[in-house]
């Protein structure tokens, strides 16, 4: 992965370091999406099996993500974010909200919303409707008004 | 640059096609931080000059940064972040923060504070101190403790 290829005395540079190889991001994504095995991470990104391979490994590695077997014969793994991976909930929020925002012609394929509440959550991770500051478990997703026509569907069902 | 390489309908997905190529969130990270000139971001980040010269001009096609002259003869240019670009701020604080946390021992290099009250500005980008939701203009960084000796020393000069 990058390494210490940056070489920066910057948390910023850290993080790329860390998190900025091609595809890693959109990763922790899908383990957020509940997308968990090895196979339906590689079939919602299409990218080559040994590309994914070393990106779980590396995540693993740096303890964002964690291998848990969920099946014993044959042994079966998944992967869950650990607590630190579950840090990342606001960088994925300011990142997609900026998509929604500049990129998606004002039609957010996904919105995040408040279980407390049901309000939409903003750019900072904060519920529009009550105020209430959240974390990755207190939110949930659903399709938005940018979303193709049979996953709008399958959520209203 | 990474085109419409991911291929998904997800503002996620979206934008780290325009920001995900190494090196160009740490270029606008120099913008950020008032390194405007060709040169003084070269210089920062170390990078070759025709791969420098390739994500500034896909950032301003991008309109995340600005192109404009600030001397006619001969003729000199800087790059200033437009509003698309400053609404990246949210990002670029929550990946900081993240870093802080889990990279950085403890110990920021940089500190971002409230130019209002002085507060620290936490991973949503709103300040510690008075509770306000602080956009990239309310913001001003310091020299934290991990930040090498002689910036913590320029800083307290």
């Known amino acids: 992965m990058l390494g210490r290829e940056y070489g920066q ?5 850290r993080t790329l370091e860390v998190l ?3 595809w890693t991001l959109l990763i922790i994504r899908d ?3 509940r997308r968990r095995r090895f196979d339906q991470i590689q079939e919602s990104l299409g990218i080559a099996r040994n590309v994914l391979a070393a990106r779980l490994a590396w995540l693993v590695e740096e303890g964002i993500l964690e291998k848990r077997r969920y099946r ?5 793994y998944e992967y ?5 991976g579950l840090e990342l909930w606001p960088v994925m929020i ?4 900026w998509g929604d925002r500049h990129l998606s012609d004002g039609a957010p394929p996904l919105l ?3 279980k407390g509440c049901e309000g939409l959550v903003d750019d900072r991770g904060i519920c529009e409707r009550c105020g209430e500051r ?3 478990r207190s939110a949930y997703t659903e399709a938005g008004p940018g979303a193709p026509a049979q996953l709008r569907e399958a959520d209203a069902a």
């Open 9 to 13: 005395i910057c948390s910023l540079a």
């Open 20 to 22: 900025g190889e091609r």
């Open 31 to 33: 383990v957020f999406s």
């Open 72 to 76: 014993e014969h044959p042994p079966r």
């Open 80 to 84: 869950l974010l650990t607590e630190k």
């Open 94 to 97: 300011s990142m997609l909200h």
């Open 112 to 114: 995040v919303r408040h």
């Open 134 to 136: 959240l974390e990755a």
